[in-house]
């Protein structure tokens, strides 16, 4: 069945620092990738996505790219920010209709930015 | 943002009780999801519903009822044949022509 698998955290870094959470993914045919942040205590906000292999998503100075041949969409931030301190939750979802359009979630990785 | 409003914030009840959990959403997307959030772990899907008064189980619906009588509304009812019910609960919408959901800002429910 399908699956998403992303780096275990918690991930801790000093502000500035190069940021990338692994993800990588099992599903048939063309599925739609994203990432969502959760801030502690709120709902998950949508940070970005893609539809289609090597299509980047990018929002707020994170990008991914969807990698078709590595089953991959990795998360990169060239600077993070202590703001930035979250839990990042890598998803799928294989088209709209009927169980297609549920999304298939990694269990998250947790983000701590230091000053 | 999905426009969707879950009330309260926080809700305690006791041991037995059936509770019932607010989504509301004011942007007319089809599609509505729950979904249970336990400390550290990923979140699991327990009922969706893609038209009025129709859902669908999810992979952990037991001890789990909704209902779906009006677009704007999908009130999830926590029984007490839930054994773990303690968690943080997610609603979430989408619209059919996207494969994106929106999330609310989440009910903390703890049963002692």
């Known amino acids: 069945g399908n699956s998403v698998t992303q780096m275990e955290g918690p991930v801790t870094l000093s502000e500035e620092a190069f940021l990338t959470i692994n993800c990588t993914y099992t599903?048939?045919?063309?599925?739609?990738l994203f990432w969502y942040v959760q801030y502690p205590g709120e709902g998950l906000q949508l940070l970005l996505k893609?539809?289609?292999?090597?299509d980047k998503g990018s929002n707020k100075g994170f990008e991914a790219t969807y990698r078709k041949e590595t089953t991959s969409f990795h998360l990169e931030k060239g600077s993070v920010q202590v703001s930035d301190s979250a839990v990042y939750f890598c998803a799928l979802s294989q088209g709209y209709g009927g169980s297609q359009g549920n999304l298939i979630f990694g269990k998250g990785t947790k983000l701590s930015v230091k000053p | 943002d999905g426009g969707i409003t879950q009330s309260p914030k926080y809700l305690f009840r006791k041991e037995g009780q059936n509770v019932t959990l607010s989504c509301e959403q004011n942007?007319?997307?089809?599609?509505m999801y729950w979904y249970r959030q336990d400390p550290g772990q990923g979140l699991r899907l327990i009922y969706y519903?893609?038209?009025?008064?129709?859902?669908q189980k999810g992979d952990i619906a037991e001890g789990y009822s909704v209902s779906r009588e009006k677009k704007e509304s999908f009130p999830l009812t926590v029984t007490s044949a839930q054994k773990n019910p303690t968690a943080f609960y997610l609603c979430?919408?989408?619209?059919?022509?996207?494969?994106?959901?929106?999330f609310g800002p989440g009910t903390r429910l703890t049963v002692t």
């Open positions: 599903a048939t045919g063309y599925p739609s």
């Open positions: 893609a539809t289609k292999a090597d």
């Open positions: 519903s893609q038209i009025v008064n129709d859902f």
């Open positions: 979430a919408n989408r619209w059919h022509g996207s494969y994106e959901q929106y």
């Open positions: 942007l007319n997307h089809d599609a």
